[in-house]
């Protein structure tokens, strides 16, 4: 015979809680027939683990119970792998009969008369377990394997609680393990919070994941995951939620009305933005105040954030708020002068080149406005007044500083708009402070249309000298001698254009 006794399990599972007195018990059976025998309990770790009698004497054919006790009170388990265990010796006792000192000589003899029983594991069970193994566990721990025991210890309730723990941080192995277990992945709190908010907010795309692969579902009444994510700047987890769930509503709105797009504009998260209106969020969106994206985004001083809202819009700009107050006066109110060209000063400099309106132009430029700043279409307010003929805009907008040799979205400079509108004085203007006739464009070089000067009254010009025998010159554009005067070098300067233009047309 090789074993005296026998436990009846092979595992015993002591539940621990925080602070608490922890105790488990098991039985060890005696398998003799007519003799006693002796018992003696000990585990790998004396220390932690601790029994109310470590040595026993069970009679011929009987049962008894023992309790194996946590030995000190512990905020955390005491968790190892391998896990510790009991080791259970026994030894034969005719008499039946035996002092607890007489048994500790017994066992602490060597030899052939004490038999190495069982060895029986000793697994730490409960919710308490699984807290601590949420967090990050020493690396020496087989985390699968103490889950794997501790979990099976745990009710419904028990573990959907343990759920929203490990997705607040973002332990996306327990995630899985809690649910596959039988916790509840769409359970919401007292506040309605669900656990996939919990996910998001933790910020682990791989818990996010694991919820969706698992048949999370999400109420766009309630949830405001987007809205999260764009506080977090996180475009990869809206992404995957905007991937995992096809009817989320880009433009759900919190308790103010307000959009993940005004979110990510309050912070000037660009990516984000570009994000949200690539999947078809507005970006004119209102609040229940009248507040726009672009609203924040001026309020807020994001110069980015602005430029991209306008791109999105042509209206915004001019939107107001319940107070009456468009982007522009927000942007006044806080002092963000970085911005007053492009949400206004800009177009009305535009309004006022168009016009003629030279004092009004020096109003704006005065104000901040930027004499190289862009319609929607790449028009600078040079390529209006070169349009427009209006020869005093010009030379205000190029004693500003205006930039002649700026293209617009077709390719055209200034100059070439000049042209194409037949105002000669204008083109000479601008060749003057630099405009270049073969500037590329788009579609790479853009030729002059020269025919329109052909006719014009002041095509064919005398030179200034009244020389006989001088021929008139032929001159394919308007050249009035007012501008250059009447010198001959002026006029030589004259042919000098007249020839470098017809060099690239």
Same mark, same amino acid.
């Given at each position: ?62 049962? #008894? ?50 038999? &190495? ?23 020496? #721990?087989?985390?699968?394997? #103490? ?16 759920? &929203? ?58 949830? &405001? ?17 905007? #991937? ?5 509503? @880009? ?89 007053? /060209?492009?949400?206004?000063?800009? /177009? ?5 080149? &168009?016009?003629?309106? @030279? ?39 190029? +004693?500003?500083?205006?930039?002649? +040799? ?12 000049? @042209? ?62 007012? @501008? ?22």
């Amino acid at each position: 015979m090789d074993k005296l006794v026998k436990p009846n399990v092979k595992e015993v599972n002591l539940n621990f809680t925080a602070v608490q007195k922890c105790t488990a018990t098991f039985s060890l059976s005696n398998l003799m027939h007519t003799m006693s025998v002796a018992v003696s309990l000990t585990t790998t770790n004396p220390s932690l683990f601790s029994f109310s009698q470590p040595f026993s004497i069970i009679p011929p054919l009987s049962t #008894l119970p023992f309790t194996l006790s946590l030995s000190q009170l512990s905020d955390h388990p005491p968790l190892s792998t391998p896990p510790d265990a009991i080791l259970v010796r026994s030894s034969m006792l005719p008499t039946g009969k035996a002092h607890q000192e007489d048994l500790r000589r017994l066992f602490s003899r060597p030899g052939r008369h004490v038999f &190495r029983d069982a060895t029986i594991s000793i697994s730490l069970v409960g919710p308490h377990v699984i807290e601590s193994l949420i967090s990050p566990p020493p690396k020496n #721990l087989d985390t699968a394997f #103490l889950v794997s025991r501790a979990i099976a210890w745990c009710d419904e309730p028990q573990l959907t609680s343990l759920l &929203r723990s490990a997705t607040v941080s973002g332990n996306s192995y327990i995630t899985s393990a809690l649910i596959d277990a039988g916790a509840d992945l769409n359970n919401r709190d007292s506040e309605g919070q669900s656990v996939m908010t919990l996910a998001v907010r933790s910020g682990n795309i791989d818990v996010v994941q694991v919820l969706i692969d698992s048949g999370c579902t999400v109420d766009n009444s309630i949830d &405001r995951l987007l809205h999260v994510a764009a506080a977090m700047d996180r475009v990869d987890l809206m992404e995957t939620l905007c #991937l995992g769930f096809g009817d989320i509503d @880009v433009n759900s709105v919190d308790s103010h009305g307000r959009t993940a797009i005004h979110v990510a504009a309050i912070h000037g998260l660009i990516e984000v933005l570009q994000f949200l209106v690539s999947v078809g969020a507005d970006s004119d969106f209102a609040d229940c105040y009248g507040w726009t994206p672009l609203h924040f985004a001026a309020f807020e001083g994001h110069v980015e954030t602005v430029e991209f809202l306008l791109k999105c819009s042509t209206f915004v700009k001019y939107a107001v708020t319940k107070d009456g107050k468009t982007a522009f006066a927000l942007a006044v109110e806080k002092g963000h002068s970085h911005l007053y /060209d492009i949400l206004q000063l800009g /177009d009305v400099l535009h309004r006022a080149a &168009r016009r003629d309106d @030279v004092d009004g132009m020096k109003s704006c430029i005065a104000e901040g406005a930027k004499v190289n700043s862009r319609d929607q279409n790449g028009w600078t307010p040079l390529h209006r007044a070169a349009f427009k003929g209006w020869i005093e805009s010009v030379k205000l907008l190029l +004693n500003h500083g205006a930039q002649v +040799n700026l293209v617009d979205d077709t390719g055209y400079t200034p100059l070439h708009r000049a @042209v194409d509108a037949g105002h000669v004085q204008v083109a000479v203007c601008l060749i003057a402070h630099g405009a270049r006739a073969n500037m590329k464009g788009l579609k790479d070089v853009v030729p002059f249309k020269l025919d329109c000067f052909k006719n014009h009254p002041s095509s064919h010009v005398t030179p200034p000298c009244q020389e006989s025998s001088m021929r008139q010159w032929p001159l394919p554009f308007t050249v009035p001698f007012t @501008v250059f005067g009447a010198c001959p070098s002026h006029f030589h300067f004259i042919l000098f254009i007249q020839h470098w233009l017809l060099m690239f047309t």
